[in-house]
C-alpha cells in the first residue's frame, strides 16, 4: 500500500497568513493526489483533484502542486472559515490511502 | 443539488451484523462510482470499498473482504454497504461518497455519515 505522509499534523495560524501544508507518497504517483478539507463533524469536501485542479466552486485562494511524491496545498490569505483539517490522498493505486490530516487551529 | 443521504448506523455486538444504505438524488446515479469511506473516532480516513455504475466491479480495503459486501440499486438510487462479523476496530463514521467525473478513485460528494459503533 502507497503511505502518505503530512506534514505538519497540526499548527496554528492567523487569519490572513499564507499557508503551506505538505504531503509526501512512498512511492511515485503522478499526479493521482487530492485534497479534501473537513470539517468538526462533517463530511470531507474535495478542494483540489489531480494535485493542482480546483474542484468547482472552491475559492482560488486554495491551490496545488507537485508530481511524483512531493506535494503542497497551498491558502494564499486564511479565511475563518479556512480552520479545519485537511487530508491528502492518492488515487493512484487500490488501496487509496490517506494522509493522516494536518489540523489547522486559530493562532 | 447532489445529496447523499446515509442510514442503518447503530450499536452492534461484536460478531453481529448491520446493514447500511445510502440513498443519493441530484445527479444520475447510474453515471457514477460509489465508495464507503470510514473514520475511527478522532481518527483519519479510510476508504473501505466502492462499485461500478453496473454493480460488475468491487473492491474492497483487506481488512474488510469477506466480511463487508457493496451492492447498489440503480432504480432506487441507492448503495449499501452489508457489514458482517463486525469487529470493534470496524466502529466509525461511514460516508458513502460519489465517484468525482465518473472516475472511482477521487470522491467529490459525500454523505453526512452513519455512526458504527461495535460494542458488548
Known amino acids: 500500500d502507497i503511505r502518505m505522509t503530512q506534514s505538519p499534523s497540526s499548527l496554528s495560524a492567523s487569519v490572513g497568513d499564507r499557508l503551506t501544508i505538505t504531503c509526501r507518497a512512498s512511492q511515485s504517483i503522478a499526479t493521482y493526489l487530492n485534497w479534501y478539507q473537513q470539517k468538526p463533524g462533517k463530511a470531507p469536501k474535495l478542494l483540489i483533484y489531480g494535485a493542482a485542479s480546483l474542484q468547482s466552486g472552491v475559492p482560488s485562494r486554495f491551490s496545488g502542486s507537485g508530481s511524483g511524491t512531493d506535494f503542497t496545498l497551498i491558502i494564499s490569505s486564511l479565511q475563518p472559515e479556512d480552520f479545519a483539517t485537511y487530508y491528502c490522498q492518492q488515487s493512484f493505486s487500490a488501496p487509496v490511502t490517506f494522509g493522516q490530516g494536518t489540523k489547522l487551529e486559530i493562532k | 443539488e447532489v445529496q447523499l443521504v446515509e442510514s442503518g448506523g447503530g450499536l452492534v455486538q461484536p460478531g453481529g451484523s448491520l446493514r447500511l444504505s445510502c440513498e443519493a438524488s441530484?445527479?444520475?446515479?447510474?453515471?457514477?462510482?460509489m465508495t464507503w469511506v470510514r473514520q475511527a473516532p478522532g481518527k483519519g480516513l479510510e476508504w473501505v470499498a466502492n462499485i461500478k455504475q453496473d454493480g460488475s466491479e468491487k473492491y474492497y480495503v483487506d481488512s474488510v473482504k469477506g466480511r463487508f459486501l457493496i451492492s447498489r440499486d440503480n432504480a432506487k438510487n441507492s448503495l449499501y454497504l452489508q457489514m458482517n462479523s463486525l469487529r470493534a476496530e470496524d466502529t466509525a463514521v461511514y460516508y458513502c461518497?460519489?465517484?468525482?467525473?465518473?472516475?472511482?478513485?477521487?470522491?467529490?460528494?459525500w454523505g453526512q455519515g452513519a455512526l458504527v459503533t461495535v460494542s458488548s
Open positions: 461518497a460519489r465517484g468525482a467525473y465518473g472516475g472511482k478513485w477521487d470522491f467529490d460528494y
Open positions: 441530484g445527479f444520475t446515479f447510474i453515471r457514477y462510482w
